[in-house]
């Protein structure tokens, strides 16, 4: 069992930057390939994005690619989400997750574990 816990999130202006983390329980995290996703009011949960177990190979939604940054230190069983230039359409609750390995990695079903979210709201 696994419990994640995602911080950082608020109210921001467009083209303002938040850093989110979310912060895991156990000493395995460094052998878990983690996500970000997120879900806006009425809309399905999307993938954002993903990094491996070591923290060198990520990879994004095109949405976010050149604006947003995941990264981790497994010393403190972390992970972030660095988010920049964010838009009004960036406003959503912000989710991390543990890689399942089943399936596409932009499908929530192939995660295992959920945090309870943490909301960014981005203001025009």
């Known amino acids: 069992q696994v419990q994640l816990v995602e911080s950082g999130g608020g109210l921001v202006q467009a083209g303002g930057s938040l850093r989110l983390s979310c912060a895991a329980s156990?000493?395995?995290?460094?052998?878990?390939?983690m996500a970000w996703f997120r879900q806006a009011p009425g809309k399905e949960r999307e993938f954002v994005g993903i990094i491996n177990k070591g923290g060198d190979t990520t990879y994004y939604a095109d949405f976010v690619k050149g604006r947003f940054t995941i990264s981790r230190d497994n010393a403190k069983n972390t992970v972030y989400l660095e988010m920049n230039s964010l838009k009004p359409e960036d406003t959503a609750v912000y989710y991390c997750?543990?890689?399942?390995?089943?399936?596409?990695?932009?499908?929530?079903?192939?995660?295992?574990?959920w945090g309870q979210g943490t909301q960014v709201t981005v203001s025009s």
């Open positions: 997750a543990v890689d399942g390995g089943r399936g596409s990695y932009i499908s929530p079903e192939r995660y295992d574990y």
């Open positions: 156990g000493r395995t995290f460094s052998t878990y390939t």
